[in-house]
Nanobody, 115 residues
Framework: QVQLVESGGGLVQAGGSLRLSCAAS????????MEWYRQAPGKEREFVAG???????NYAASVKGRFTISRDNAKNSMALQMNSLKPEDTAVYYCTLMSFGSKFWGQGTQVTVSS
């Protein structure tokens, strides 16, 4: 079983920055993909950014150039640096890990951006 714990959410003014972290524990493949998703009130959950074990990344168009995803394979952790935040970035952010054909989810952390 895989456990994912997010941290770092909070309230920030528009234009500000936040850094989210995700710590993974349990049994999973050393080669895997970790991703961030978010879900705003009344909206569907959407992909934000992803990173492979080797370091390749991809981003949603809405966050490209503002968010940076990174990971520390030795510590089984991932981070999302979010800069130039906008009110529309307000959502619950979820960490995921894809391993052995399954996607595991964290419990989520709230990010609120005030205008």
């Amino acid at each position: 079983q895989v456990q994912l714990v997010e941290s770092g959410g909070g309230l920030v003014q528009a234009g500000g920055s936040l850094r989210l972290s995700c710590a993974a524990s349990g049994r999973f493949a050393s080669i895997n993909t970790m991703e961030w998703y978010r879900q705003a009130p009344g909206k569907e959950r959407e992909f934000v950014a992803g990173i492979f074990t080797g370091g390749s990344t991809n981003y949603a168009a809405s966050v490209k150039g503002r968010f940076t995803i990174s990971r520390d394979n030795a510590k089984n952790s991932m981070a999302l640096q979010m800069n130039s935040l906008k009110p529309e970035d307000t959502a619950v952010y979820y960490c995921t890990l894809m391993s052995f054909g399954s996607k595991f989810w964290g419990q989520g952390t709230q990010v609120t951006v005030s205008s």
